[in-house]
Structure formats: structure tokens, C-alpha cells
């Protein structure tokens, strides 16, 4: 993919919401303990967010459908700004928690409307690598502004992180506002056909794949500082670090993802499914062990979100017709995953089954996903990415 502006302003804000939506896995034990709650409890923060996404994607894709893109685009990062704000200034567990839910409003549909935008900018055959591309502003998140957000959350608490990342909204605002063009709303479309095209059977399975495969990645990622400082025995250094390798192989599998679903969809998410599954196995059975943790922790990154450019190419070709609503739904559905993997994830904590078990419960919901890709591409036909519109 070129160097295209209009991109890059994209990509900002996927970078911005990145850190706030992952910020809080590595700083779970501190938060914990200032507010004086437990890591399950801690955990729910995130659990918050990913409804919030579940609930706002609809509402302001929906209500918002006669506003021009760039306008909304800019509009969804104010209500994010002003959410890390809130939060910044949260001083008990109960007004973090509505702090997350007003900065998750805007989740869904940056991502479902930007990657309408991103797509339309580049010519047919390169659409998959324009999802992509803004897509990687949520990758290079885990790879700077995450593992930043923790260590600053270590050094001088994690109020720090939120103030910061209010000033990456306020970034990402003018850089859309100078680069992305004045893309006019979709005059043809309306409420109607948008929430009909939900009711298809190809939409909804698309849905239902994205869930799985969210759960599978977030069941782990959660709770993966705790993991690394009780099973692996980490400092925080180590577990900044494994963040950074962690947030690197979401950014290479990000881009392969792309690279290979311009090429095949459903070939792309067979291999990265069966890849992900056999990794949260391994990585169950070597937590214990610092070197070969780290290089499992890095393709698990890398099949993490080789998975998201063929989810979100799926769903957009599946209702090309009226693709707003359920690109954003597909942006909602990935966050329901995100919650019902930290709530599994606690649960098995909560359980005592201690943490190995939380990776084999990642690993479970990867192959439910594998057998759902499978049964998918026996049912159908593949969906051509040329097909999006």
C-alpha cells in the first residue's frame, strides 16, 4: 500500500482507540489494586468497553447515516477524548467503568464507517489492504502506546495513561480533519435496509465467526500481565516487553492478513484459525518458561489479527448492498468476543483452574471458530473482495 494521507489520518484513530481498548490488560493489577478490587473484577473494565462497543456501533451507525463521513469520523473521536478524560478524572472502580462506557460509544462505528472510507479510496483489487492499513494503526497500539501506557501506569499510576491518550484523540481529530476528504454519506441507503441486511444468513454467520475468534484471542490476552508475573514469573519489564513483541506480531500478522485475504478469505482464516489453536496449547504448556513463552506470545500476536482484515472483508462483502450497519456490527461483534473472553477467562480463573486452563479455553473457542470457517465454506461460496462496495 502506497503512502496515502487519508490512510494514515485513519489509521490514527484506530491507533488512539487501540491504546484505550488495550491499555487496561496491562495495567489490570494496578488498577486493581489502587481501586481496591480484585483482577476478575479489574477485568470487567474490559468486559464494559467491548458491550459498549456492542451497543454504540448500532446507535451511531444507525443515527448518524445522513452525516458526512468525515464529519462523523471526527465527531466519534471528540465522544473518545471526552471519554479518556472522564476516566483520567475517575476516582473509584464505579466512575471508571461509565468513564469506559462513553469512550467505547464511539468503537464501533469509527471502525465500521472508516473502513467503508478506507476502502473506497484505493481501486477494487486492493480494498482487503486498505481495511488493512487502518487497521494498523490498532496494531502499532500494542506495539508503542500499550506497552507505554503500562510502564507509565507502573511509574506514576494510570491516570497518566488516560490523560495521554486524551491528547492521541485530540491528534487523530486533526489529522482526519486535514487529510481525509469530504466523503458525502451514502444518499442511496436507509435505517431500513441497513437493519434487513443483518437478517441474512451469510451476514450473520460472519458475525458469529468474528465473536468466536474474538473470544479465542481475548480469553488469554486479558490477563496476560498476570499470567506472565505468576506463571512466568516476570517483572514488569518483562511483561512491557512481551507487549511490544506481542503488539509486533499484530502488526505482521495484520498486514499478511491483508496481503492473503485480497487473495482468499476463507483460505486465509482456515490457516490463521488452525495456527492460533495449536499456539494457545503450546503457550498453556509453556508459561512457565521465559524464551520459548516470548516467541509463542509473538505468532500468537501474528495469528491474533491475521484474523481481522478477512472477518471484516467477510461481513462487508456479505451485505455489499448496505454494508454500514454490519461492517460496524462486525466491529461490535469482535468486542462481544473481547468480553465474553475476559468473562470466560475470569471465570476459569475465579474457578482456580488456574491460568494454563485459561489458555486451553482460548484454544477451545479457536477451533469452535475452524470448525465454524469450515462448515461456512462447505455451505456457501467464497465471497469475492471485489464485491465490496
Known sequence: MKLNPPLLALAAGAFGIGVTEFAPMGLLPVIASDLGVSIPSAGLLISAYAMGVMLGAPLMTLTTGRVPRRALLIGLMAIFTIGNLMAALSTSYEMLLAARLVTSLNHGAFFGVGSIVAASLVPENRRAGAVAAMFMGLTIANVVGVPLATWAGDLVGWRAAFWGIAVLG????????????????????????????????????????????????????????????????????????????????????????????????????????????????????????????????????????????????????????????????????????????????????????????????????????????????????????????
Do not use: H
Not at 454467520?205 to 490477563?223: D, E, G, P, W
Not at 504448556?285 to 524464551?291: G, K, R, S, T, Y
Not at 448496505?322 to 461490535?332: D, Y
Open 170 to 389: 485530540l491528534v487523530a481529530m486533526a489529522a482526519l480533519r486535514l487529510t481525509l476528504p469530504n466523503v458525502a454519506a451514502d444518499t442511496g441507503g436507509d435505517m431500513l435496509a441497513e437493519l434487513k441486511v443483518l437478517g441474512r444468513g451469510p451476514v450473520l454467520l460472519a458475525l458469529a465467526l468474528t465473536v468466536i475468534s474474538s473470544t479465542a484471542m481475548f480469553t488469554v490476552f486479558t490477563y496476560i500481565a498476570p499470567i506472565l508475573q505468576q506463571e512466568t514469573g516476570a517483572s514488569i519489564a518483562f511483561v512491557t516487553t512481551m507487549l511490544v513483541t506481542y503488539g509486533v506480531g499484530l502488526s505482521v500478522g495484520n498486514w499478511l492478513g491483508g496481503r492473503f485475504a485480497d487473495r482468499s478469505v476463507d483460505r486465509t482464516l482456515i490457516v490463521t484459525l488452525a495456527a492460533l489453536t495449536v499456539l494457545l496449547v503450546a503457550f498453556a504448556l509453556a508459561m512457565p518458561f521465559a524464551l520459548p513463552s516470548a516467541v509463542l506470545i509473538f505468532l500468537w500476536g501474528v495469528a491474533s489479527f491475521a484474523l481481522v482484515p478477512p472477518l471484516q472483508m467477510r461481513v462487508m462483502a456479505a451485505a455489499s448492498d448496505a454494508p454500514n450497519l454490519a461492517s460496524a456490527m462486525n466491529i461490535g461483534a469482535f468486542n462481544l468476543g473481547n468480553a465474553i473472553g475476559a468473562a470466560l477467562g475470569g471465570a476459569v480463573i475465579a474457578g482456580g483452574l488456574g491460568y494454563p486452563a485459561v489458555a486451553v479455553a482460548g484454544a477451545g473457542a479457536a477451533a469452535s471458530g475452524l470448525a465454524l470457517v469450515l462448515l461456512m465454506v462447505r455451505r456457501q461460496p467464497a465471497l469475492p473482495v471485489c464485491g465490496v462496495s
